[in-house]
Structures are given as structure tokens and as C-alpha cells.
């Protein structure tokens, strides 16, 4: 069965440069989410997007932006990296229906020097 | 605002042995569900099991079963016959029963490992 695809799995950036993360969530998911999980953390919510529109908004840094796009793919871009933005970025996707169970990419592991 | 708690921090079991992971939510929700996510040192989020707070009944998936105790509202795992591929990252997650999305709330996770 088709998963949650990510690109790129590894990213390396430098202190005050611009990153962008991308998802593609299951066919006929709705639903897509983006985590942050920094080291030895549990994942942390950031953005959600249902139907392309935002649905519901987490602990996001405003120099964090992310969208859907037509084909239902999601991008999170980031700005002005610092060193403390390095962690794991996965992005989810779901149906819209209470409770479906959130199914995750392999994440972007991204490393901020 | 929910809040999850994993009381303990890292775990482990004799292979074949059975193991329990605890876990406790607060929530003034009535409604919600429930659920386990295992990350193996491959760093992917696996869905483990699933349980909805409105049935009284356990989820069990396989070697995988909840114990679910909603007016303690506490929901433990129970691994039975442990494997090494059960050696992991285990979090335990609340979501609101609503249409309006369904975000995750995680708890600080139980890392599980499996011995020969």
C-alpha cells in the first residue's frame, strides 16, 4: 500500500539559510500534518491542512510557513534556520473523519550548523 | 488542553516475556481516542493499536492489547511474547473526537527493549 512520502531524508543547512520539506501524502487522505520531534522528544504538532486550507495551528514558529497544494502535496518552508531547529520533521496524513488514525512519512531529518 | 504521561522512561523484557507500558491522559473530553505508536530505531512512526473511548471494550491487535480505564483514564499496552523487532521508542497519543481535524497529542514516550 502506498505511504506517506517524504523528500529529502537528510538536509544539512547552515545557521540563517532557508529550508523547504516536502510530503505527499496517501491518495484520497484529506488531512495532512506536519511534527517536530527534536532529540529524545516526543513530536510536537505544527500545521495541519485540510483540503488545501489550514485547519488547525500548533506551536509553529512564525519564521515557519507551509501550504497544500493542489495535488494534495504539502511543503514546509523554513527561514533563518538556527541551530536549534534541528530535529526530525515528520509529515502525517489522514482522513478528515473523527478519530482516523494518523500515518506517517520517514521524516526529514534536518541538521541546522 | 490535553496532557499525556509516560511515567516510565525506558523498559525492558526477556524475549518471549509479556511487558507493560503505562500511560495516563487528562482531558475534560468525553469523547476522544486513543492510541500507541511504536518508532524503531529507524526513526518511522508505526501505528501500534487503536482505541475509542466510547467502547468499553479492549483493542487488541495480534501480540498487542490495551488496557483501557477510562475513569482512571489511564491506557496501558501489553506486549505479549516479545520480540526483538519489538525494540523500540513506544508513544502513547490522544486525539479529540471531532471533524474539525485530528491532531495528536503525544506523551514523552517509553523506550522498550527486548533481550535475547
Known amino acids: 500500500a502506498a505511504g506517506v512520502i517524504q523528500s529529502p531524508r537528510h538536509l544539512i543547512k547552515e545557521k540563517r539559510e532557508t529550508a523547504t520539506l516536502k510530503c505527499y501524502p496517501i491518495?484520497?487522505?484529506?488531512?495532512v500534518y506536519w511534527y517536530q520531534q527534536g532529540p529524545g522528544q516526543d513530536p510536537q504538532f505544527l500545521i495541519s491542512f485540510y483540503e488545501k486550507m489550514q485547519s488547525d495551528k500548533g506551536s509553529i514558529p512564525d519564521r515557519f510557513s507551509a501550504q497544500q497544494f493542489s495535488d494534495y502535496h504539502s511543503e514546509l518552508n523554513m527561514s533563518s534556520l538556527e541551530l536549534g531547529d534541528s530535529a526530525l520533521y515528520f509529515c502525517?496524513?489522514?482522513?478528515?473523519?473523527?478519530?482516523?488514525?494518523?500515518?506517517f512519512g520517514n521524516g526529514t531529518r534536518l541538521t541546522v550548523t | 488542553a490535553q496532557t499525556v504521561t509516560q511515567s516510565q522512561p525506558e523498559m525492558s523484557v526477556q524475549e518471549a516475556e509479556t511487558v507493560t507500558l503505562s500511560c495516563t491522559y487528562d482531558t475534560s473530553e468525553n469523547n476522544y481516542y486513543l492510541f500507541w505508536y511504536k518508532q524503531p530505531p529507524s526513526r518511522q512512526m508505526i501505528l501500534v493499536i487503536r482505541?475509542?473511548?466510547?467502547?468499553?471494550q479492549n483493542a487488541t491487535e495480534n501480540r498487542f492489547s490495551v488496557n483501557f480505564q477510562k475513569a482512571a483514564k489511564s491506557f496501558s499496552l501489553k506486549i505479549s511474547d516479545s520480540q526483538l523487532g519489538d525494540t523500540a521508542m513506544y508513544f502513547c497519543a490522544f486525539m479529540k473526537r471531532n471533524n474539525a481535524g485530528n491532531m495528536l497529542t503525544f506523551g514523552g514516550g517509553t523506550r522498550l527493549m527486548v533481550k535475547p
Open positions: 502525517a496524513s489522514s482522513f478528515r473523519q473523527g478519530g482516523s488514525p494518523l500515518h
Open positions: 491518495p484520497r487522505h484529506d488531512t
Open positions: 482505541q475509542e473511548a466510547y467502547k468499553q
